[in-house]
């Protein structure tokens, strides 16, 4: 079983952004990237094994084969035949945390109807039964108090898992993950840890208005002690959860609205994936385009088109909001020296700005055009659906851009 990252969740210091004349953009010296130290072994989407060297001691030893698919045109040809179980992804993050609840006592549950009406969208389904009131807490509509309440939890040595039965709510309670869940590590001089989980729906649905299509990314990441991750498969959704729940950090998990019922075969052996690592979705020498979350659909079916194109965009899943895997992301732009950020996030400080500054900062030397960064529009999003879509970047958007950017 793989090990999990349990190191400190600082925050990413980041630049702020340069604009760039686009006919001047041009670098021919190219730095190269610190090498890391330490070795590891990841396995990729179809089985192969890369052997690299590892930036920090805690990042995991071992990952087990990711069932997303790179290249293939069909990438459910062969699920069928694949070892493992299918899931939705609603029932693979239950998985994860039904796993972890049997493993270790500490773990808990509270919020809003996560107990026998099973959560708003059916995450704790079953677990109030079988674990009983007191480790799966119904709560009040009352965010910033349960939400203290399981900070308090995590410094007396519980594991809690705080829902927000939408991420929107979790505003009520920005004080609290703010002074407390993130800086107490620090400002109590290490007394005390805070291993909680915050996790919950968010992003643009359907027609769910503008209270209820928050995301806010932006808006924690800039708490100090905070660590950030998004899931986008049943895989990794399962992965990150059981991860999230065992290091003793704060971590933010996000979870997308309309990704719920994505269904995926995932391994039956249990694995547990790294809180800081990106994922390879699809290899590529044109282009890097990095995403995450919902957007990570938009740009495959996008990828589709440039491909016809002629086009070999490579695709990289963040899912490290913060901070975020620049050994992944260096590689990447060191081999196609093109960048394109595609996020679901506000563009104003959004997550694209602080990938944008953290790019600029890092690996300037090897860009050979500006970097592109495609974000949500700077508007509530509109009930009306023809509206909310606007609002959100689209994959003929996507294609366009990199046609821009390889002219």
């Not at 979790?170 to 909680?196: D, E, R, W």
């Not at 704060?250 to 994505?262: A, D, G, K, S, T």
């Not at 194109?309 to 260096?330: A, N, Q």
């Not at 600029?360 to 055009?369: P, R």
Request: hydrophobic share 35%.
């Amino acid at each position: 079983m793989a090990s999990i990252f349990q190191g400190v969740g600082a925050a990413t210091a980041l630049s702020s952004s340069t604009s760039f004349d686009t006919k001047k953009f041009q670098f021919s010296t190219r730095r190269s990237l610190p090498e890391r130290k330490t070795s590891f072994v990841v396995v990729r989407s179809g089985a192969k094994m890369n052997s690299g060297s590892n930036r920090t001691d805690g990042r995991a030893d071992h990952l087990v084969t990711n069932a997303v698919a790179t290249k293939s045109d069909n990438p459910a040809a062969s699920t069928a035949s694949k070892p493992g179980h299918e899931l939705l992804l609603f029932e693979a993050l239950r998985e994860g945390l039904e796993e972890e609840m049997e493993r270790d006592a500490r773990v808990c549950v509270m919020g809003e109807d996560v107990g026998h009406y099973g959560g708003s969208y059916k995450v704790t389904k079953g677990l109030a039964d079988k674990y009983g009131d007191l480790r799966v807490l119904d709560t009040p509509i009352a965010e910033n108090s349960f939400t203290g309440m399981g900070i308090g939890a995590a410094m007396t040595g519980l594991r809690p898992i705080i829902e927000g039965m939408n991420m929107g709510f979790l505003l009520l309670a920005f004080n609290q993950i703010s002074n407390n869940c993130g800086m107490l590590h620090y400002t109590s001089g290490g007394q005390f840890k805070i291993p909680v989980v915050i996790r919950g729906p968010g992003g643009v649905g359907r027609q769910l208005g503008a209270e209820h299509s928050q995301r806010l990314e932006s808006y924690f990441q800039s708490i100090p002690g905070i660590q950030m991750v998004a899931c986008s498969t049943p895989y990794n959704a399962k992965g990150l959860m059981k991860a999230a729940i065992r290091s003793d950090n704060p971590v933010i998990l996000f979870e997308h609205v309309l990704l719920y019922n994505l269904k995926e075969r995932i391994p039956d052996e249990e694995y547990v994936l790294s809180l800081e690592e990106a994922e390879m979705v699809r290899p590529g020498e044109h282009v890097t385009i990095l995403t995450y979350s919902r957007m990570r659909y938009h740009v495959m079916q996008a990828a589709k088109t440039l491909v016809n194109k002629g086009y070999d965009p490579e695709v990289i899943d963040i899912r490290s909001l913060k901070p975020f895997d620049l050994y992944t992301i260096g590689n990447s732009i060191k081999k196609t020296h093109r960048v394109l950020i595609v996020e679901e996030c506000m563009r104003t400080g959004g997550i694209g700005a602080s990938l944008t500054a953290a790019i600029t900062e890092n690996f300037h030397d090897y860009l050979d055009a500006p970097i592109v960064c495609l974000s949500s529009q700077d508007v509530p999003t509109p009930y009306a659906g023809t509206l909310e879509e606007w609002t959100v970047v689209q994959p003929p958007q996507i294609v366009a851009a990199v046609e821009q950017l390889c002219r």
